[in-house]
T-cell receptor, first 111, second 117 residues
Framework: DAKTTQPNSMESNEEEPVHLPCNHS???????IHWYRQLPSQGPEYVIH???SNVNNRMASLAIAEDRKSSTLILHRATLRDAAVYYC????????????FGKGTSLLVTP | DGGITQSPKYLFRKEGQNVTLSCEQN?????MYWYRQDPGQGLRLIYY???????QKGDIAEGYSVSREKKESFPLTVTSAQKNPTAFYLC????????????????FGEGSRLTVL
């Protein structure tokens, strides 16, 4: 199984940019990179996804390394509402596109 | 509004009892999933279903059962064979994007918290 590695926790100041790293050295050519985040006592919510090129949406940006073995989720200006657990996940085509969530990175945002 | 509804939100069960958690979606999504989350841990996949009347085991299926008789519904039964059932259970669904391994955005319900007394 293609797996991801993320730091257990990170801390950021409010209104500062945040770069959340993810390593996925065993990624295959057709694996998409997904990011979800989970607020306390809620289900995860979709943030962004990408395959090869960098992606931007209203929530965040996703920067994908040229060799695709790592990626970085970028929150351009962290707010207190961005404090959550962020999961970096690879698609598993052989398992009905099921996404396996690891432990993710717990992001703490301080005023 | 479209979405995923899980019920009950909180459930208490005595040891040895089976319980069924409900998951209903009105998003017309093809695939549905059940995950389990323990405190401080990530989500682990229990079962998933891509089409009606068909489902597959995930990583931790032992002690659980599911059915998919309708596209909208994917109930999970926690049986007495599940050794440590106290956990937060999350149901999710997605519209499978044909021809793409992206698989579509995953939408989650609000979860059901099961406590075994």
């Amino acid at each position: 199984d293609a797996k991801t590695t993320q730091p257990n926790s990170m801390e950021s100041n409010e209104e500062e940019p945040v770069h959340l790293p993810c390593n996925h050295s065993t990624i295959s050519g057709t694996d998409y990179i997904h990011w979800y985040r989970q607020l306390p006592s809620q289900g995860p919510e979709y943030v962004i996804h990408g395959l090869t090129s960098n992606v931007n949406n209203r929530m965040a940006s996703l920067a994908i390394a040229e060799d695709r073995k790592s990626s970085t989720l970028i929150l351009h200006r962290a707010t207190l509402r961005d404090a959550a657990v962020y999961y970096c996940i690879l698609s598993m085509v052989d398992s009905g596109y099921a996404l396996n969530f690891g432990k993710g990175t717990s992001l703490l945002v301080t005023p | 509004d479209g979405g995923i509804t899980q019920s009950p939100k909180y459930l208490f069960r005595k040891e040895g009892q089976n319980v069924t958690l409900s998951c209903e979606q009105n998003l017309n999504h093809d695939a549905m999933y059940w995950y389990r989350q323990d405190p401080g841990q990530g989500l682990r996949l229990i079962y998933y279903s891509q089409i009606v009347n068909d489902f597959q085991k995930g990583d931790i299926a032992e002690g659980y059962s599911v059915s998919r008789e309708k596209k909208e519904s994917f109930p999970l039964t926690v049986t007495s064979a599940q050794k440590n059932p106290t956990a937060f259970y999350l149901c999710a669904s997605r519209r499978l994007a044909g021809g793409s391994s992206f698989g579509g955005e995953l939408f989650f319900g609000e979860g059901s918290r099961l406590t075994v007394l």
